[in-house]
């Protein structure tokens, strides 16, 4: 892997604040072409030359992954769990016919970047260093099928405490005229297209005064899906229900790692179908005492208000997040940044 240094590097902002708005110094680029990625190299992070007729710009032939870094106080650079993110990618890729950029290899290109930029992973409560990784698309041809040129870029942006007013609930709408995805579709993997076609519904709650929209399943129009960019539990006192993956639903690696928690914690997890009926019973009954999403950026998210037409519902007290998300918030961001043992083995750690 070639490193070609930068003539002069960016000064740090003091402060850290917002996502995604501040990139580091250096970027990873590795190109396929005549059947085989290239070694890569970590260059300076800046313009890419890319003609308009690039494919990616016209079907949409790329995927992505969302992870995060954070600096210990003994000052080890921590990450969570990211072979799970490159396996994803993998799929992701797979689902596209991207040729695949294997595993180990995408995990040497990360650390060896991330070695490089660790003056940059901020360290005040709640910051970390957002890691993008993307494939995409760039033959020079408006022809529908699978490219044969493709980049594979990994990007740093030291990004803020998600919640700038302390761990505050938001709001979430029933989508009930659009839909996100459908088995057989590629709600399952991590690919540009479908943030593209979630905007719309996204756009609405917003002005009608929600966070984000609950998402239903394409066929039946019943079943919770997930949310934007999280997935979503349900808990009725000590049991806590989030839908199966099925196919539509985006495979969490924060999902996955909330299940794991909350079982070794003792809770009962059930991984099902749940209906919105039941979902509106329970807010209207006050069986349904707490809703969270869990995403990487927001790490936990808890939901204080449900919107379905004219009907809005509160859920748990009203600003305040359920216990069960505040403990995981805790117990996710501690293993996270090293003030819990890392008892599943999650962390891979560069010193
Ligand atoms: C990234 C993403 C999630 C959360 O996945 P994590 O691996 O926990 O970050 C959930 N839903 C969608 C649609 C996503 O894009």
Known sequence: MRFIKAESLKKKPSDVSGFGKVFTDYMYVREYRDGRWNDGEIRRFDALELLPSASVLHYGQAAFEGLKAYRDDRGAVRLFRPEMNFERLKSSCERLCIPTVEVSDAIAALTELVRIERDWIPTAAGTSLYIRPLVFACDDSLGVHSAKNYKFIIMLSPSGAYYSHGFAPVALKVEREY?????????AFKVIGNYAASIKAGDSAIAEGYDQVLWLDGVHRKYVEEVGSMNIFFAFGDKVVTPELNGSIL????????IKLLRDDGFDVEERKISIDEVIGGARSGALTEIFGTGTAAVISPVDRLGDGDEDFTIGVHGKSGKIASRLFDELTGIQTGRYPDRFGWIKALR
């Open 179 to 187: 839909v996100r995805a459908v088995a057989g579709g590629t709600g």
């Open 251 to 258: 495979p969490g690696i924060t999902r996955d790692s909330c």
